[in-house]
């Protein structure tokens, strides 16, 4: 670069050279050359010299020939100085030449060069072009059999969602029918049940018939005989002459109806005693059939839909099969008011000894057989006790059994719940692994208010009032709670348009909801209201969602980083997700489960992939959802 910049500065002082000897030294030659030609071409006459005769120069003579001196003299110094310029011009020119041929040649050798270059270049061209046109083939060699490879791929998913979809659909109709069966047999049993309560409630009630005939039998009996006592009495009384011996034997007859009256007393309060170990027994047996239907209820319940039994119909039967008998205290009454009416009429009764005889002889057959009853009744209490001892004895060793068996909530456990694919959350959820939003906002209407991170795990879920699917996913996380105690905190944030609304909520705690499974909600963690819904806005962009339902929840780790997300619904509990496994290994510092990437983002890439080559059928998703 250097040398053709000094290349063309020498060109340039070349160029400049010449022009100023062809302006000035031309003409200047071509002026002397003319008057060269001129002084030539006249030529000089032959005259012969003229004499030159002496005189006295005067003073004009003088001046003129000092003048014609020093014309002479300048002519010869021009004379001389043109030479000099003509040399100097001739050395100009020379040089010039020189130069001008040396640049002609370093340009023509420059020319060579330039020309040599673009020839490599040419050829350096055209083998790139080679180059590129090879690679340009290859990868449209490539490009046909990766259309290809995608064809038979869309071909291959095409037959495994149909081939999925019928077995999906096998399954369905087979899981139909055994729900079909499964409800059948259950209104078998339960129509069975229902007869055997029935017939014990028909047994019941006519035992309690007999019992109560059998007693009025009784009264009757006792009745009759003391009024015939009373009677005896009064003739007695009437027949005999000494009033001190009447008003004792009147004495020990008031004693003897007190003995009476207690030993009355006593037998009613063995019948009531009796009736209330039947009503015990009979209770227990109606408890233990109902216990029996709810048990084997409750499992269809949850995965069928089955209805339970209500809990209400065992207190409903014992108290329509077995009435209350009127209390002791009422029947001494009417027995006192009784004594009086016989104490007034008793004076005017008059009776043989003979018939007192046979009266007598009548109460100890009735007090043989008041006895032998008193005892059954007294044996069949005890075993009523007994039994009832025996099932206490069951239900306190199998209270103390979980407690010494108590697992370790940090176990692994023996299998983990499959999610349904509607319901799984991808490795690649947008919310994983992104900081959790701020829960300054929230209002808190229940416990002390969460702060995230500081080494805590937090767990939080989404509800409302107003959606009674999200109850169930309220328990759900309430059951976790109770697992995994302060191993973590927990966190119900509710979306209701209104704070009272929310508030509301806190009133259905500790109520049972048989329609969808929940015996007594509970919450043992805090609440709070998402005015203006801005938590939930905040996860919901952080998941890339356009909507982000009721009972999703989150795993926040202690670094304040959403580590999990899970969403749940009517139908679909905790119970059958992944989140309780996901909160154990991240206390325990395991590694957390991993379903892989989301395989319906694959195929829609897939499908833009055969788009973009436009020879691939799109192969629809059947409609199966995924």
Same mark, same amino acid.
């Given at each position: 670069?250097?040398?053709?910049?000094?290349?063309?500065?020498?060109?340039?002082?070349?160029?400049?050279?010449?022009?100023?000897?062809?302006?000035?030294?031309?003409?200047?030659?071509?002026?002397?050359?003319?008057?060269?030609?001129?002084?030539?071409?006249?030529?000089?006459?032959?005259?012969?010299?003229?004499?030159?005769?002496?005189?006295?120069?005067?003073?004009?003579?003088?001046?003129? %020939? *000092?003048?014609?001196?020093? &014309? #002479?003299?300048?002519?010869?110094?021009?004379?001389? @100085? =043109?030479? +000099? !310029? /003509? $040399?100097?011009?001739?050395?100009?020119?020379?040089?010039?030449?020189?130069?001008?041929?040396?640049?002609?040649?370093?340009?023509?050798?420059?020319?060579?060069?330039?020309?040599?270059?673009?020839?490599?270049?040419?050829?350096?061209?055209?083998?790139?072009?080679?180059?590129?046109?090879?690679?340009?083939?290859?990868?449209?060699?490539?490009?046909?059999?990766?259309?290809?490879?995608?064809?038979?791929?869309?071909?291959?998913?095409?037959?495994?969602?149909?081939?999925?979809?019928?077995?999906?659909?096998?399954?369905?109709?087979?899981?139909?029918?055994?729900?079909?069966?499964?409800?059948?047999?259950?209104?078998?049993?339960? %129509? *069975?049940?229902?007869?055997? &309560? #029935?017939?014990?409630?028909?047994?019941?009630?006519? @035992? =309690?018939? +007999? !019992? /109560? $005939?059998?007693?009025?039998?009784?009264?009757?009996?006792?009745?009759?005989?003391?009024?015939?006592?009373?009677?005896?009495?009064?003739?007695?009384?009437?027949?005999?002459?000494?009033?001190?011996?009447?008003?004792?034997?009147?004495?020990?007859?008031?004693?003897?109806?007190?003995?009476?009256?207690?030993?009355?007393?006593?037998?009613?309060?063995?019948?009531?005693?009796?009736?209330?170990?039947?009503?015990?027994?009979?209770?227990?047996?109606?408890?233990?059939?109902?216990?029996?239907?709810?048990?084997?209820?409750?499992?269809?319940?949850?995965?069928?839909?089955?209805?339970?039994?209500?809990?209400?119909?065992?207190?409903?039967?014992?108290?329509?099969?077995?009435?209350?008998?009127?209390?002791?205290?009422?029947?001494?009454? =009417?027995?006192?008011?009784?004594?009086?009416?016989?104490?007034?009429?008793?004076?005017?009764?008059?009776?043989?000894?003979?018939?007192?005889?046979?009266?007598?002889?009548?109460?100890?057959?009735?007090?043989?057989?008041?006895?032998?009853?008193?005892?059954?009744?007294?044996?069949?209490?005890?075993?009523?006790?007994?039994?009832?001892?025996?099932?206490?004895?069951?239900?306190?060793?199998?209270?103390?059994?979980?407690?010494?068996?108590?697992?370790?909530?940090?176990?692994?456990?023996?299998?983990?719940?499959?999610?349904?694919?509607?319901?799984?959350?991808?490795?690649?959820?947008?919310?994983?692994?992104?900081?959790?939003?701020?829960?300054?906002?929230?209002?808190?209407?229940?416990?002390?208010?969460?702060?995230?991170?500081?080494?805590?795990?937090?767990?939080?879920?989404?509800?409302?009032?107003?959606?009674?699917?999200?109850?169930?996913?309220?328990?759900?996380?309430?059951?976790?709670?109770?697992?995994?105690?302060?191993?973590?905190?927990?966190?119900?944030?509710?979306?209701?348009?209104?704070?009272?609304?929310?508030?509301?909520?806190?009133?259905?705690?500790?109520?049972?909801?048989?329609?969808?499974?929940?015996?007594?909600?509970?919450?043992?963690?805090?609440?709070?209201?998402?005015?203006?819904?801005?938590?939930?806005?905040?996860?919901?962009?952080?998941?890339?969602?356009?909507?982000?339902?009721?009972?999703?929840?989150?795993?926040?780790?202690?670094?304040?980083?959403?580590?999990?997300?899970?969403?749940?619904?009517?139908?679909?509990?905790?119970?059958?997700?992944?989140?309780?496994?996901?909160?154990?290994?991240?206390?325990?510092?395991?590694?957390?489960?991993?379903?892989?990437?989301?395989?319906?983002?694959?195929?829609?890439?897939?499908?833009?992939?055969?788009?973009?080559?436009?020879?691939?059928?799109?192969?629809?998703?059947?409609?199966?959802?995924?």
């Amino acid at each position: 670069m250097d040398n053709t910049a000094a290349m063309y500065a020498v060109g340039a002082a070349v160029v400049g050279g010449a022009a100023t000897y062809f302006m000035f030294g031309s003409s200047n030659e071509k002026q002397s050359k003319k008057s060269e030609k001129t002084s030539n071409d006249v030529k000089p006459k032959s005259t012969p010299p003229a004499k030159v005769v002496q005189v006295d120069a005067g003073p004009n003579e003088k001046r003129r %020939a *000092r003048k014609a001196m020093q &014309r #002479e003299r300048r002519q010869a110094e021009e004379a001389a @100085a =043109e030479a +000099a !310029r /003509k $040399a100097a011009a001739e050395k100009e020119r020379i040089r010039i030449a020189r130069l001008d041929k040396e640049m002609r040649e370093a340009a023509a050798k420059r020319h060579a060069a330039q020309q040599a270059e673009a020839a490599q270049r040419k050829k350096e061209r055209l083998e790139q072009m080679k180059a590129e046109e090879k690679e340009r083939a290859e990868r449209k060699a490539a490009r046909v059999a990766a259309e290809e490879k995608a064809k038979k791929e869309a071909k291959e998913r095409a037959a495994a969602r149909a081939k999925l979809a019928e077995e999906q659909k096998a399954a369905d109709t087979e899981s139909a029918k055994r729900r079909a069966e499964k409800k059948k047999k259950q209104a078998e049993e339960h %129509a *069975r049940r229902k007869r055997e &309560r #029935e017939e014990a409630e028909r047994r019941v009630r006519e @035992a =309690e018939e +007999a !019992r /109560k $005939a059998k007693i009025a039998e009784e009264e009757a009996e006792a009745a009759a005989i003391r009024k015939a006592e009373r009677d005896l009495e009064a003739m007695k009384r009437s027949k005999s002459a000494n009033w001190e011996q009447a008003a004792e034997a009147a004495g020990k007859a008031r004693d003897q109806k007190r003995k009476e009256k207690a030993e009355r007393q006593q037998r009613r309060i063995e019948k009531n005693s009796a009736r209330a170990a039947e009503k015990l027994k009979v209770e227990i047996e109606i408890a233990t059939a109902v216990a029996e239907e709810k048990t084997s209820a409750a499992v269809p319940a949850l995965t069928d839909g089955g209805d339970a039994a209500p809990a209400s119909s065992a207190k409903f039967t014992i108290e329509r099969a077995i009435p209350d008998e009127p209390e002791p205290e009422e029947e001494a009454e =009417e027995d006192d008011s009784l004594v009086e009416r016989v104490k007034s009429a008793g004076d005017y009764l008059r009776e043989s000894e003979s018939e007192l005889h046979a009266m007598q002889i009548k109460i100890k057959n009735i007090k043989s057989r008041t006895d032998k009853i008193s005892g059954h009744v007294l044996n069949l209490s005890t075993g009523v006790k007994d039994a009832d001892k025996q099932n206490k004895g069951k239900s306190k060793a199998e209270k103390k059994k979980p407690e010494a068996t108590k697992p370790d909530p940090l176990a692994a456990p023996a299998s983990v719940p499959t999610p349904s694919e509607a319901y799984t959350t991808y490795a690649d959820d947008a919310a994983l692994g992104k900081p959790a939003p701020s829960l300054d906002t929230l209002e808190y209407i229940k416990g002390d208010p969460i702060k995230l991170g500081n080494g805590k795990v937090t767990l939080i879920q989404i509800f409302a009032k107003f959606a009674k699917g999200d109850y169930t996913t309220v328990q759900g996380v309430s059951d976790i709670a109770a697992k995994f105690g302060d191993r973590a905190q927990y966190l119900g944030i509710s979306i209701d348009p209104a704070k009272e609304e929310a508030e509301s909520f806190i009133k259905k705690i500790g109520t049972s909801m048989p329609e969808i499974y929940i015996d007594n909600l509970t919450v043992p963690y805090p609440l709070a209201w998402d005015q203006g819904k801005t938590v939930k806005e905040a996860f919901r962009k952080l998941s890339g969602l356009m909507a982000l339902g009721q009972s999703a929840t989150f795993l926040v780790d202690g670094n304040s980083v959403i580590v999990w997300r899970e969403q749940f619904g009517q139908g679909y509990p905790p119970a059958k997700g992944q989140l309780e496994e996901q909160l154990r290994r991240l206390l325990k510092g395991e590694t957390l489960l991993n379903n892989g990437p989301n395989p319906k983002q694959a195929d829609e890439e897939d499908e833009e992939e055969e788009m973009d080559v436009g020879d691939v059928d799109s192969d629809d998703d059947l409609g199966l959802g995924f």
